[in-house]
């Protein structure tokens, strides 16, 4: 039997490697230990979450940012990009057509933008949950203070997603400017899980310069965190950032550490992302098959959707129509999965292993 494929089964026991391990389970992979690894990330996904696919309504607020992420589409510095801000109204909108077609969690996503301030958010987070009292808000809005998370989770908020891009903080700094700093993005993470938010971390595969190493950190980051949700999508380049011309990132390294996260982190919300989708026509039902369990389509409005550019040619799964919402069922059903619309909570795990 191969070492590989020893790793694979090590770590489907222990739900745990080194940090060598990991980088060795990366680079040396073999079609014997993907295949391996798959089955089994298969195997846990149903346990918990049988064929499920839960769906979460992605509502893009601002495409205004104060940073300057060197890879992301819509940096501040970035002269080049549109701006845009959704009004509170108008995201209540969104949130109206995204509750008619069926969905139970709202995503509030955006860059960094000063106008959301906490009394804003927190008047936004408490009319969506009088609103719709058995919806899920999930937030995406970036590194903020202790105190205005607290507010945020006081006023109903329920989860938060902050990618930490990468748990290598050489390649943290060559991502990011001097004054954007690893250390405060993983505080900010530790702070969010203290409050009782479910947390979702994340990166980016294939992002440049990052290597097997850097991505066994990552891996090793997840165990230890032990996040509820985690979002990872290839890198795809933007062309108005000095990434334009690098590579993007793979779908098949992307789905084979979906699944080695479903085996890391048993019972985690797994996104199969819009940018998975994005690089390859079938990326959604990949993701899928490769242990993930929750989509995200968007449900900003149609006139704001193309301005949201993280990256070029991001597909959107159109869904403000239920023809939309149809399409997105049907693509599941025929690889055997079945959207649910409910809010799709975290399922606790009680064999001790786990402390998500
Ligand atoms: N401002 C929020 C939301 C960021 S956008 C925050 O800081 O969390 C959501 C995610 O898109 C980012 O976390 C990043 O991982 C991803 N992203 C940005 N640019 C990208 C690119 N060029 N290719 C792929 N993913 C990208």
């Known amino acids: 039997m191969s070492k590989t494929l020893l790793l694979a089964e090590k770590l489907y026991k222990n739900r745990s490697l080194s940090l060598e391990e990991y980088e060795e389970l990366i680079s040396c992979r073999t079609p014997e230990s993907v295949q391996y690894i798959t089955k089994k990330a298969l195997e846990e996904r149903h346990k918990y979450?049988?064929?499920?696919?839960?769906?979460?309504?992605?509502?893009?607020?601002?495409?205004?940012?104060?940073?300057?992420?060197?890879?992301?589409?819509?940096?501040?510095?970035?002269?080049?990009?549109?701006?845009?801000?959704?009004?509170?109204?108008?995201?209540?909108?969104?949130c109206k057509d995204g509750y008619d077609s069926g969905f139970r969690t709202f995503v509030l996503q955006g860059g960094e933008d000063a106008f959301f301030t906490d009394d804003i958010l927190?008047?936004?987070?408490?009319?969506?949950?009088?609103?719709?009292?058995?919806?899920?808000?999930?937030?995406?809005?970036?590194?903020?203070?202790?105190?205005?998370?607290?507010?945020?989770?006081?006023?109903?908020?329920?989860?938060?997603?902050?990618?930490?891009?990468?748990?290598?903080?050489?390649?943290?700094?060559?991502?990011?400017?001097?004054?954007?700093q690893l250390k405060t993005r993983l505080d900010c993470l530790k702070n969010l899980k203290e409050i009782g938010f479910q947390t979702g971390c994340g990166f980016m595969v294939g992002a440049p310069f990052q290597t097997p190493l850097h991505l066994a950190r990552d891996l090793k980051f997840i165990e230890e965190f032990k996040p509820h949700m985690c979002g990872i999508g290839p890198f795809i380049p933007h062309k108005d950032t000095i990434f334009k011309d690098e590579k993007q990132g793979s779908a098949e390294l992307t789905c084979y550490l979906l699944s080695i996260i479903r085996l890391i982190c048993p019972n985690v919300l797994l996104p199969s992302t819009t940018a998975l989708d994005t690089i390859d026509p079938k990326g959604c039902e990949k993701g899928i098959l490769s242990g993930a369990n929750v989509v995200m389509p968007n449900l900003s409005p149609a006139n704001v959707r193309a301005k949201y550019t993280l990256y070029n040619n991001k597909k959107s799964t159109e869904v403000q129509s239920a023809e939309g919402l149809k399409i997105l069922k049907k693509r599941m059903e025929n690889i055997g999965y079945k959207v649910t619309c409910d809010r799709g909570d975290v399922i606790k795990i009680s064999d001790g292993k786990s402390k998500i």
């Open 49 to 94: 979450y049988g064929n499920s696919v839960f769906i979460r309504g992605l509502i893009e607020i601002s495409n205004i940012c104060k940073n300057n992420c060197y890879y992301c589409g819509i940096r501040g510095a970035n002269k080049n990009c549109e701006r845009y801000r959704l009004t509170p109204d108008e995201i209540l909108d969104c």
């Open 122 to 180: 927190c008047e936004l987070i408490k009319s969506i949950k009088a609103l719709y009292p058995d919806c899920a808000v999930t937030l995406s809005l970036g590194e903020r203070s202790k105190e205005s998370y607290k507010r945020l989770y006081d006023a109903g908020a329920d989860r938060y997603l902050l990618r930490h891009e990468t748990a290598d903080e050489g390649l943290y700094n060559r991502l990011h400017p001097e004054n954007m």
